[in-house]
């Protein structure tokens, strides 16, 4: 039940696969691609579980895998993290005709997939994503970033990957707090443009975050064609691609404001973020109280936070919000794009938002 979904790029296309047990099918997948010695870039917790499987898959296939471990977390993702790494890379030997792995979510995967695009001047990125998130959003697209102080993925290049590899089992072992982040960004895709797949996540999300093998091949697969057309139609965001920003302006100012703690995971912060755009959205006159009531009550439902009360500690301060948002990369000419909408599945881009409503809705 293997399902693959090609992101269309003209010469730079490439598969993804999704399915369980796809971790033994690396060495064969990655065959091809690789030469020289690999470097496969994870954190301490994935190579804990899932590493020793990994590499065994890449032997078979006389692979000269050099793993590098890193520390888990967002601080991970920072100029700090990239030196480190990209030392580590350069002393595996990979050269411009190599290939790099990232295995983990969407902390390595950013992390590495900029190394590799500017290491030697770019090198060959495959990613192997093994959360949620990474596998429907972050391994897709060819978006890298670190976080700065000014804010969060301010700093990073596109850089395509040559193959994405999402084993679903690995899954299993992902503790639920992240797979219910990840469901955020699943979710986010119904109400961005799939109305019926917002019908099928409100029958189907409980068994899917429930580790249901079929319903999770299809939510994912379903995710990453969706990804894949928009950047098909709009690699560099300068239009349709947006789209993907649902709920992350707000998320990412708050997300900076709890200080990329533990205290709200990226999947949280673009919960509540969706749920403001809803609100927003019904506040302007622009969408139905009653879509952003249903949207809301899906997510609380499967266990997602949808309110900025929700995040545990104190409350963080509009004003700061409202200045983090002001950094965020969405802002062109002075004014903040925002994504709205007029009903589950029809999202549009805006930069027609009054400041005050902003301001009031963040006080609420
Ligand atoms: N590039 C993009 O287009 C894009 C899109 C969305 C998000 N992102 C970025 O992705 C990052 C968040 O990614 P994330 O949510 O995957 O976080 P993450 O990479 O920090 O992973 C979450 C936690 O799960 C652990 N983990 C990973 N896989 C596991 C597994 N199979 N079993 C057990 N534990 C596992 C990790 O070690 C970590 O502790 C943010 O930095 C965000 O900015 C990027």
């Not at 219910?180 to 917002?198: H, M, P, T």
């Not at 409202?322 to 999202?347: C, F, N, P, W």
Request: glycine share 10%.
């Amino acid at each position: 039940m293997t399902k693959i979904v090609t992101v269309e790029l003209a010469a730079r296309s490439y598969p993804i696969h999704i399915g369980p047990r796809l971790l033994a099918q690396a060495g064969e997948l990655l065959a091809p691609l690789a030469r020289g010695p690999l470097p496969v870039v994870t954190d301490s917790h994935v190579a804990e579980i899932h590493l020793a499987a990994l590499l065994d898959a890449l032997g078979k296939h006389g692979l000269d895998a050099r793993p590098i471990v890193l520390e888990p977390g967002e601080a991970t993702k920072s100029f700090a993290g990239l030196e480190r790494l990209t030392a580590e890379l350069l002393h595996t030997g990979v050269d411009r005709g190599g290939l790099i792995v990232a295995f983990g979510g969407g902390v390595i995967g950013d992390l590495t997939g900029f190394a590799a695009g500017v290491l030697k001047r770019g090198i060959a990125l495959a990613q192997i994503p093994t959360t949620l998130l990474a596998q429907v959003d972050s391994s897709v697209g060819g978006k890298t970033a670190i976080n700065v102080p000014a804010g969060k993925n301010l700093v990073g290049l596109f850089h395509q990957p040559r193959i994405v590899i999402a084993d679903t089992d690995v899954l299993n072992s992902l503790p639920r707090r992240e797979l219910l982040a990840g469901y955020a960004e699943v979710a986010k895709y119904g109400a961005l443009g799939d109305a019926a797949f917002f019908d099928w996540l409100e029958a189907n999300g409980a068994k899917t975050l429930a580790g249901d093998g079929d319903a999770i091949v299809h939510a994912v697969a379903h995710s990453c064609q969706m990804k894949a057309e928009i950047v098909a139609r709009d690699e560099r965001e300068s239009g349709d691609r947006a789209l993907l920003n649902l709920g992350h302006t707000f998320g990412h100012a708050l997300e900076a404001a709890t200080g990329f703690s533990d205290r709200l995971l990226h999947g949280e912060g673009v919960a509540i973020g969706m749920a403001l755009a809803f609100r927003l959205s019904v506040k302007l006159g622009l969408c139905p109280g009653q879509d952003a009531e249903r949207f809301v009550r899906h997510l609380r439902a499967v266990g997602l936070p949808t309110a900025i009360a929700d995040i545990p500690g104190v409350r963080p301060d509009p004003k700061v919000l409202l200045e983090h948002m002001a950094h965020d990369k969405k802002v062109q000419d002075g004014r903040l794009t925002y994504i709205l909408t007029r009903s589950i599945g029809q999202a549009f881009v805006t930069s027609d938002v009054p400041a005050e409503a902003v301001a009031a809705l963040l006080v609420e």
